[in-house]
């Protein structure tokens, strides 16, 4: 018999919140504890306090860790948003005592306007809640990456050295 080590086939049982950073809102999804389904959060003002609200939400979910959207360009090359996102993670990193992965989220933003006017919703109403169902998209790739691989999706950001 194995040790209950929280893992099943390699998929940690475990909440994650997906981040996605934008200029103006941060958009925020979670997962269920078994990691079969994402689903939206809120949309964080990206002025104020963004990393002081998702760190109270990750208390609030006793989540697992953070996963934080990077949009790369279609080549794969980071962008001005690629940079901006890192920055971000890195800052929640430094602020959290959750680990931070950063994972490739092209077309996510595409994918979720795309479903979003699926559903009958124009471009302007679904402003509030586009961030919020990128991170959903991307999330949902992650867990399933995971799933399927028995590792987790992305890269870790380091957390933060303590100064000497």
Known sequence: MQPDDGTRDGFRRGIRLAVDVGKARVGVARSDPDGLLAVPVETVARGGAPIRRLREIADEYDA??????????????????????REFAAALAAASSRPVRVIDER?????????LRASGRSQRSSRSIVDQVAAVVFLQHALDIERRTGRPAGDLIPPAQEPA
């Open 107 to 115: 077309l996510s933003t595409v994918s979720a306007h795309n479903a």
């Open 64 to 85: 697992l860790e953070f996963v934080v959207g990077l949009p790369l360009n279609l080549g794969g090359n980071d962008t001005p948003s690629t940079v901006d996102a």
